[in-house]
């Protein structure tokens, strides 16, 4: 079985886990609020603001060849989507909410997956947002939608990389528990969120 294969099988249920608390429903039938979208931002914004501090200090992960990490960084977009929403992106830099274990490049692979693949999805929610009447005053959507017409590109050239990378069976196991992991923690940060 490709790493590919075991990413989708074995993360599956961590997936539907922060699909589920995630708004999920609400986006797609039109209904979500602004102070939701906020709090879709601001867990977007923690997370990757914390795993890129990582990914940058990580050698061996951001000269991975054809990963071209530097193109693939979002922390400044959605830095501009909370500064739209008139909030500042320092007051979302130090928070204890989101913690992973992340040490070497496999690791990082497996969290990167979970990032990633959100552009897949971002890329369906921004024309979804477009459309829905309770967030009319937001002109753009830095974040969601990011990669423009080079989304399904893109995400072939990732997937080469992991295939590339996630040839030993140790090597997939790291990336699988990984990615498990990342899913685990986005969940817990969406429901520690919307508990304040």
């Not at 009319?136 to 974040?143: E, G, R």
């Not at 990615?179 to 940060?189: I, P, Y």
């Amino acid at each position: 079985m490709t790493i590919l294969e075991r990413l989708k099988t074995e993360t599956k249920a961590h997936h539907d886990q922060i699909e589920e608390v995630g708004f999920s429903s609400r986006i797609m039938n039109g209904s979500l609020n602004k102070e939701q979208y906020t709090a879709m931002v601001i867990n977007n914004y923690i997370m990757h603001y914390y795993l890129e501090n990582i990914f940058d200090n990580l050698s061996e992960f951001n000269t991975i060849e054809g990963l071209e990490y530097p193109k693939r960084k979002k922390t400044d977009l959605i830095a501009k989507d909370l500064i739209a929403l008139g909030l500042d992106p320092k007051d979302y830099q130090n928070t204890p909410l989101f913690n992973l274990p992340i040490n070497d490049k496999y690791q990082a692979l497996g969290a990167f997956y979970v990032l990633e693949g959100s552009t897949l999805g971002g890329a369906v929610i921004a024309r979804t947002l477009k459309k829905n009447e309770n967030l009319t005053d937001i002109d753009t959507y830095h974040f969601y939608g990011c990669y423009g017409e080079e989304v399904g590109m893109r995400w072939k050239q990732f997937c080469q990389v992991l295939l590339n990378e996630g040839q030993e069976t140790e090597n997939q196991d790291k990336m699988v528990k990984s990615a498990s992991d990342t899913f685990d923690a986005m969940s817990s940060l969406f429901m520690a969120l919307n508990s304040n």
